[in-house]
């Protein structure tokens, strides 16, 4: 569906009898190029009041048999305020979106402020690619070009701003829990609705999940919300032992299986039980599915349920013969996939504050050592930072900095000491965006930097090839890229 967005705009109202004023286009911006161009569907914003609004809709609807949505936006009171109208846009491209995934999006840039025009640009290269237009006497309907400068200000600064509000927006999200695991994003809901369904059930479970995912936590959230929840759950961890000794710990007289009686056992990192123990562990399962609890060849009498976990997908080890197949099956009746951290950026400031309190709970009483807080800059770069070894490693670093600060909070200097690493480079786009404006700055120069910047990473990933360049900027021609080019190489020169 080829779908066209809009604000309605001063013009757009004078147009249609709504306001008096002088016409700059007779049909207004809107009609204008809904005459020019065929579009299956309109989709309109307006921060007018209701009686003008409604005219507008009412004209508009008899010159065209395009379908019309109209989306209110009351609340953006000052025209040119660029978060709210920002916002605004935003909300109706995704509800349009929601509806229909194969739409084409056509963003109108005349009608309304300059901050409704930046706007469909910036929405168009962070969050939903689009072709943008705009309407003139002279030309009609046309693509329009944007400015280099333009782009790279505002599209800078409004990501900056979604950015440190999204932080805090998710800071007072009231936090879901199962069990012991806290969480607030929706992957972690939809997991955590399936691991509540298997609590009322004894099937062989396997979690799997990268290294320093939470899978025993996991284990032993859904070992408390079972109808095992009495017994005990007893932990092997199967990486840890010898063949004999797993043999003795698991199947021996008074092992795993004999003490985890009427409650969970759980195979933690099973991918490491050698095949030996795999095959007698199979026949154990097997049995037990049959109603034959009692396997004496390996002293085990008991009834409990088996909760195993790997790292990444078990499958491959059984496709390399290096899992027993059977027992593969026997254990994944459920499977649960623990997402990354990188996949749940939205719990990263929950787990922070819920190590942080573990932490100042678990602190010597004796040692006079003051509880700690986190600084916001301090917590921004533990949020944006990318955790390959994901809640161990997170955990890792905030006991660090925990234990080596010396403040009663924590700051940025304490974090990046914790994860052994120096700050961002600068000189770089860090220094380009984050400038301190009392003393007054040279924009048009900052502007020049930051497209030398990107200049330079284009050309880098590209292998030098200018043409290649061009594209990954956006550029239509070659031709507009060369201008640059050579402008950059005359201020080198």
């Known amino acids: 569906m080829k779908t066209l967005f809009a604000w309605i705009g001063t013009q757009d109202l004078i147009a249609s009898g709504a306001r008096k004023g002088d016409r700059k286009i007779d049909d207004g911006p809107i009609l204008a190029a809904l005459k020019s161009e065929e579009f299956d569907a309109v989709a309109l914003i307006s921060n007018y009041d209701t009686d003008e609004t409604g005219f507008f809709e009412n004209w508009l609807v008899a010159q065209t048999k395009c379908k019309l949505t109209t989306y209110r936006a009351s609340y953006v009171v000052d025209p040119t305020n660029l978060d709210m109208v920002y916002r605004a846009a935003l909300e109706a491209v995704n509800t349009e979106l929601s ?23 910036i929405i168009s290269e962070t969050r939903h690619p689009a072709r943008l237009v705009q309407s003139s006497i002279e030309s009609g309907l046309t693509e329009t070009t944007v400015p280099f400068e333009l782009h790279a200000e505002y599209i800078a600064k409004v990501n900056r701003s979604i950015d440190e509000k999204l932080l805090l927006e998710n800071r007072k999200r009231k936090p879901l829990e199962f069990g012991k695991l806290l969480f607030r994003s929706d992957v972690m809901q939809r997991l955590a609705a399936k691991a509540a369904k298997s609590c009322n059930h004894d099937f062989p479970l396997l979690i799997q999940g990268d290294i320093g995912t939470e899978r025993e936590e996991l284990a032993r959230s859904i070992h408390l919300e079972g109808i095992r929840r009495k017994g005990s759950f007893i932990k092997v961890q199967c990486g840890l032992h010898s063949e004999e000794e797993l043999d003795e710990i698991l199947l021996g007289k008074n092992g795993a299986f004999e003490q985890s009686e009427g409650g969970v056992l759980y195979l933690e ?90 932490l100042n709970e678990s602190r010597p009483s004796g040692l006079n050592i003051s509880t700690k807080s986190l600084t916001p800059r301090a917590r921004k770069i533990l949020v944006e930072r990318e955790w390959k070894a994901n809640t161990r490693e997170l955990r890792n670093v905030l006991q660090r900095a925990f234990l080596w600060g010396s403040e009663d909070s924590i700051d940025h200097a304490d974090i990046w000491d914790a994860v052994s690493e120096s700050p961002p480079a600068s000189g770089a786009l860090q220094d380009i965006l984050d400038v301190d404006l009392e003393s007054g700055i040279d924009l048009k120069m900052k502007l ?22 061009a594209k990954l900027l956006g550029f239509p021609t070659y031709q507009a890229f060369a201008y640059w080019i050579k402008r950059r190489e005359k201020k080198k020169g």
């Open 269 to 358: 990192d099973i991918e490491f039980l050698p095949l030996h123990i795999q095959a007698e562990l199979t026949k154990v399962l097997q049995n037990a599915e049959s109603g034959k609890l009692n396997y004496q060849e390996a002293n085990v009498n008991s009834t409990c349920r088996v909760i195993a976990s790997c790292r990444g997908e078990l499958i491959e080890n059984v496709k390399n013969a290096q899992f027993n197949e059977a027992l593969y099956f026997i254990l994944t009746v459920l499977v649960l996939k623990l997402p990354n951290l990188s996949e749940r950026k939205n719990d990263i400031s929950l787990l922070i504050d819920q190590i942080l309190d573990e």
């Open 448 to 469: 020049d930097e930051y497209a030398d910047y990107m200049i330079d990473r284009a050309l880098d990933q590209s292998g030098g090839n200018k043409s290649n360049a």
């Open 99 to 121: 509806s229909s995934k194969e739409t084409e999006l056509i963003f109108h840039m005349s009608p309304g402020t300059w901050a409704m025009a930046v706007c469909w640009l």
